[in-house]
Structure formats: structure tokens, C-alpha cells
Nanobody
Framework: QLVESGGGTVQPGGSLRLSCVAS????????MAWVRQVPGKGPEWISS????????WYKDAVTGRFTVSRHNDENTMYLQMTSLKPEDTALYYC????????????????????WGQGTQVTVSS
């Protein structure tokens, strides 16, 4: 099970930190990713991190503004979001795959075996 939290409404330029708590599997054995979706559009991959937290990948649109991290001893992954823009408004999901690595996850959204319920991020003045 994956449970996201930390979403909310912020003004442009603001910050939020999303959390994803994992249970029911050995979190430290899985590469993880964040995916977001705007109503009426398909989901898009935005970041992934390897199981040790050593390597990270980001969608170009969020590079330099978002930081993914994880604490395996707490079974938790984070997404620190800064300099938020209205176009970052979306439902953000924590996802993982039984098969694929964080590097392979880059740009992909059809390979995930497990999804959280999502947490809404709204950036608006």
C-alpha cells in the first residue's frame, strides 16, 4: 500500500513537501517514482529514485524546483516542491514497479504495478 499526503493549495512561488508512506512490502527493495495527472489529461511521470536513494531523475519541467528523496528506515519517499507554478496543479501519485528500475521509469507511466490514492496540489493566486 502507498499513501500520499502533503498536498494543498499554495500561491505561485510557494513550496510544498509531499510524502508517500509504503506498507506491505519491503520498501528498500523497490525503486520509486512520482507521477501527476491533470483532469482530462493523461498522467505524466515527473521523478524517480533508485532503491538506495543514490540516483534520481526528473522531468525537465521540474528540474531545479523539485527534489525527490527517501528514508528507507521510515518506509517513506518525499517530493520537495519549490517555486511552484500554476501548471504544477495536479493530483500527485506515488508509484512503483515490481520489475523496472528508476532509470527505466523515466518518462514512462504504463509500467507501474502499485499506485497510491493521490494527493491534490493546487497552485493558484
Amino acid at each position: 500500500q502507498l499513501v500520499e499526503s502533503g498536498g494543498g493549495t499554495v500561491q505561485p512561488g510557494g513550496s510544498l513537501r509531499l510524502s508517500c508512506v509504503a506498507s506491505g512490502f519491503i520498501f528498500a527493495n523497490y525503486d520509486m517514482a512520482w507521477v501527476r495527472q491533470v483532469p482530462g489529461k493523461g498522467p505524466e511521470w515527473i521523478s524517480s529514485i533508485d532503491r538506495e536513494g543514490r540516483f534520481r531523475w526528473y522531468k525537465d519541467a521540474v528540474t531545479g524546483r523539485f527534489t525527490v528523496s527517501r528514508h528507507n528506515d521510515e518506509n517513506t519517499m518525499y517530493l520537495q516542491m519549490t517555486s511552484l507554478k500554476p501548471e504544477d496543479t495536479a493530483l500527485y501519485y506515488c508509484v512503483t514497479s515490481e520489475t523496472y528500475t528508476a532509470e527505466y521509469m523515466k518518462g514512462r507511466i504504463d509500467i507501474y504495478d502499485y499506485w497510491g490514492q493521490g494527493t491534490q496540489v493546487t497552485v493558484s493566486s
